[in-house]
């Protein structure tokens, strides 16, 4: 971050009074510009004893399959941005069960809510973001072609779940090791 987002001037990187990180602070008009991790939210879209995917359109992991799943917006509840992110990506039309995995990607600044979603009906249309959308039974899901890994392990517990007829939620994270 080079200027101030309030007045413009040149920011520094300084420790403000009474914190204990570094952020870019504004020397003109004192503005603080805090930095925080996104939220990524999305669904399992779940009609019967099937799971809906989607194939990327975009990169990164252009090809790859994936969950419907995407930045929540301002003014949105976490079950909005989900239920939205749905439709957009899939076209499908889902209703909420229960918040299946939270996933902390720190490295990225990024927390993934995974909620476990029925679709209304069987109907669906991939979106823009989204070169095609099909339903997987579980034993058909293409584990080495998933795109992410908050995904890889959402679907995982998925199964854990449905094996141990269990509704539990799951805490994930990844972290990278530099070495
Ligand atoms: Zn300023």
């Not at 420790?15 to 020397?27: H, L, Q, S, Y």
């Not at 939205?84 to 990225?108: F, K, N």
Request: charged residues 25%.
């Amino acid at each position: 971050m080079n200027y101030c987002s309030n007045c413009g001037n040149s920011v520094e990187l300084k420790i403000p009074d009474g914190d204990n990180v570094a952020r870019f602070v504004c020397p003109k008009c004192g503005q603080i510009h805090y930095q925080n991790p996104r939220m990524v939210v999305g669904c399992i879209p779940v009609w019967q004893d099937k799971i809906l995917l989607c194939k990327r359109a975009i990169e990164p992991k252009y090809g790859k399959w994936t969950i419907p799943a995407g930045f929540l917006e301002n003014n949105e509840t976490v079950e909005q941005g989900a239920i939205r992110e749905t439709m957009e990506e899939s076209g499908a039309d889902v209703t909420i069960v229960r918040l299946h995995v939270l996933y902390s990607l720190p490295q990225v600044n990024q927390v993934y809510a995974i909620f476990l979603a029925h679709m209304k009906t069987a109907d669906f249309d991939a979106g823009d973001e989204t070169l095609e959308c099909r339903f997987y039974e579980t034993h058909e899901i293409p584990w080495d072609k998933i795109a992410f890994t908050a995904v890889h392990f959402s679907l995982e517990k998925y199964i854990e779940n449905l094996k141990t007829n269990d509704t539990q939620t799951y805490l994930g994270k990844l972290i990278r090791k530099y070495e």
